[in-house]
């Protein structure tokens, strides 16, 4: 195998593993309170789905929890129909009070075992308070009817941890020591 190639095979290995994107802080913070109905997903006809968040957004969480802004508890609803040509919901969301509202057209929805319901999308920001300056985030999280945990927030690029590059010169030194065997 030319050298090439060989250096083009460890290429391809590595890329599924360049980076992802993630929820980072400042986040607004969601989860249930009393009278909230949680997330659920329902069948609507054979394939096709609808997913649903009713829940509470009543915090802006920072990495120093001691610049934690209390909001008055404000509704978060999500809604979201299954595209089976995309593979992905779409829809829309809105925090109460005229805080955010907008759009997504990519929620992921993973049913887990435990029935929880794990979610994320790429969201457009369309209006609110909370959209000065910026035109889209993230949601990320986690739920079912009565429990939830959701993070709603500006989104970063997560760096490839430095054990991958370590691996990936490894097999690039690799692949040469075996050239020079050869």
């Given amino acids: 195998m030319h050298i090439f190639q060989r ?6 290995l590595l890329i599924p593993c360049i980076a992802n994107a993630a929820v980072v802080r400042p986040a607004l913070d969601i ?5 909230d109905a949680g997330a659920w ?6 394939g096709a789905f609808d997913f649903d968040i009713d829940a509470t ?9 001691t ?6 508890n404000q509704s978060f609803t999500l809604h979201g129909t299954y595209d089976a040509g995309a593979n992905a919901f779409y829809g829309s969301f809105n925090v109460a009070g005229g805080l955010l509202s907008g759009s997504f057209n990519d929620l992921t929805v993973a049913v887990l075992s435990s029935g929880s319901i794990d979610f994320s999308a790429n969201l457009s920001y369309d209006a609110g308070s909370l959209s000065t300056g910026l035109t889209g985030g993230r949601l990320e999280g986690i739920g079912n009817i009565s429990n939830l945990s ?4 500006p989104v970063s690029v997560v760096p490839v941890p430095a054990a991958v590059w370590l691996f990936g010169s490894g097999l690039i030194a690799l692949v040469g020591l075996a050239r020079r065997k050869a």
Avoid at 31 to 35: A, C, V, Y
Avoid at 57 to 65: E, K, L, S
Avoid at 150 to 153: D, F, I, N, Q, V
Wanted: charged share 15%; aromatic share 12%; net charge negative.
């Fill in 150 to 153: 959701a993070k709603l927030g």
């Fill in 41 to 46: 997903l329902t069948e609507t006809s054979s």
């Fill in 31 to 35: 989860q249930l309170f009393s009278g």
């Fill in 67 to 72: 610049a934690n802004i209390d909001i008055p």
């Fill in 7 to 12: 250096f083009a095979a460890v290429v391809v």
């Fill in 57 to 65: 957004a009543f915090a802006i969480v920072f990495d120093d929890i």
